[in-house]
């Protein structure tokens, strides 16, 4: 063997023991805890923010670098607020592989992870400070066994779209996880959504299991994904099951040959039920989302009611893309037997700028209006006479514009033909034709 290369290998080796032995004495001979004065101010130097470790930092060597450390605090940027903290976290890492830049561990766990993410009216985020644009990511590879992330609350303030996110209770199980393959990836919680400035609210509970998804050189392919939730609100009470398969991204497209939905909602004394079949097609880098094989099948049933369920059925498109904040979709099928088509978008996000035109021709409004008792008959006073048939206010404080054409519409005993309504903005008012 040549000399240089000799004394090159000899020389790594010293520098590589000389690491493991700073290590042993720092580990075993030194009180790592000593240290915790200096972290806490280099945090507050560097970062303005208030590093706070409440324990002990129990650190041992021998026979893996096994951490346990809790609870730990950090505060919003220049301020006592806390910005985020931990209860507890524990992880067990090969020491020999870290040297070789291979963070490998047997498992990691977290426990009580508490955090609040707010995006200010102006765009920046609390966390801004954090993130670094500009350095480098550090070329890393890792292989754990496992990770369990436990009892995690998560607050996302939305100041831009007026919306507060609070997710309770979430936990995140998963099996091996090593660089470009995720596995056995089980995730459940429960949610707030409400609105900053009002006093609407919605609850959630969801459950998700991904039994693989892989990466490769920004390639992604997954098993299938499913994903099962609960919404309920004042008013409604929605449970659904959504299935992804085949999901692929090669370049800056992502694909799917199959997603599959299904939801049951009830809403007072009414049920719907759909179920949807649909494949995708994206450009990541776009953001350009396109659902081109729409198809649904779906009913509306009323417990309480003598007549049998509406069925109904549709097939479309859809097209999504958050950047330009456009939303289209187009549809045909058939609502009690009678075909009908739509068409609807959506135009920036934050103004709710709504364009519909929907044409059916025949329907029946008593199949969804639920049959009276005598004795609710009895107690109701007489409405006053009014010359339009059908109520439209709902429609007169929506930003939207379309027309709703129905060629047969039977309110009661009340049959018209060939009813047009034209929906204009909120300044004026929906008119009928």
């Keep these: 063997m040549n000399w240089y290369v000799k004394s090159a290998l000899g020389f790594f080796s010293f520098i590589s023991l000389f690491f493991v032995c700073t290590i042993i004495f720092f580990t075993v001979i030194i009180d790592v805890n000593t240290l915790k004065p200096w972290i806490t101010q280099w945090v507050k130097e560097n970062k303005q923010r208030t590093l706070i470790i409440e324990n002990d930092i129990n650190l041992s060597f021998y026979p893996k670098l096994t951490l346990n450390l809790g609870p730990v605090s950090l505060s919003e940027y220049q301020q006592d607020k806390i910005f985020a903290s931990v209860e507890k976290v524990q992880l067990s ?6 040297l070789r830049r291979q963070f ?16 200010f009216a102006d765009g920046r985020t609390n966390f801004d400070d954090l993130i670094d644009p500009d350095e480098e990511p550090t070329t890393f590879t890792f292989d754990i066994d496992y990770a369990s ?121 009414q049920i719907i039920n759909a179920s949807v079949e649909a494949t995708l097609d994206g450009l990541t880098d776009k953001q350009h989302w396109t659902l081109p094989d729409i198809s649904a099948v779906f009913n509306f049933s009323n417990p309480e009611g003598s007549g049998p369920p509406i069925n109904g059925r549709l097939s479309g498109d859809l097209v999504f893309n958050p950047l330009t904040e456009t939303l ?46 005598p004795q609710q008959l009895t107690n109701k006073k007489q409405p006053e006479q009014s010359t339009d048939p059908l109520d439209i206010s709902f429609l007169k404080n929506l930003n939207m514009t379309g027309l709703i054409h129905i060629g047969q519409l039977q309110i009661g005993d009340i049959q018209s033909t060939d009813i047009q309504l034209q929906i204009q903005p909120a300044a004026s008012t929906a008119s009928t034709k």
């Design 93 to 98: 890492v090969s020491l020999l592989a870290l």
């Design 328 to 373: 289209q979709m187009n549809y045909t099928g058939e609502l009690a037997d009678s075909p009908f088509q739509a068409d609807f978008s959506l135009i920036n996000f934050s103004k709710k700028i709504l364009n519909l035109n929907f044409y059916i021709d025949q329907l029946n409004l008593n199949n969804f209006i639920s049959p009276q008792t």
């Design 149 to 269: 992330i436990v009892d995690t609350h998560v607050i996302l303030q939305d100041e831009i779209s007026d919306k507060t996110l609070t997710f309770s209770d979430l936990n995140v199980e998963t099996g091996r996880l090593k660089n470009g393959l995720f596995s056995d990836i089980r995730l459940n919680g429960n949610g707030l959504l409400v609105g900053i400035n009002t006093a609407d609210n919605m609850t959630f509970d969801l459950n998700l299991e991904a039994s693989q998804i892989q990466l490769n050189d920004g390639y992604v392919t997954s098993k299938p994904i499913h994903l099962h939730f609960n919404i309920t609100n004042s008013r409604n009470n929605i449970t659904g099951k959504f299935l992804i398969s085949d999901l692929t991204q090669t370049d800056n497209q992502l694909t799917s040959n199959s997603i599959h939905f299904e939801l049951t909602s009830h809403r007072d004394i």
């Design 104 to 119: 490998s561990a047997d498992g990691i766990t977290i426990q009580g992870f508490n955090t609040s993410l707010v995006r």
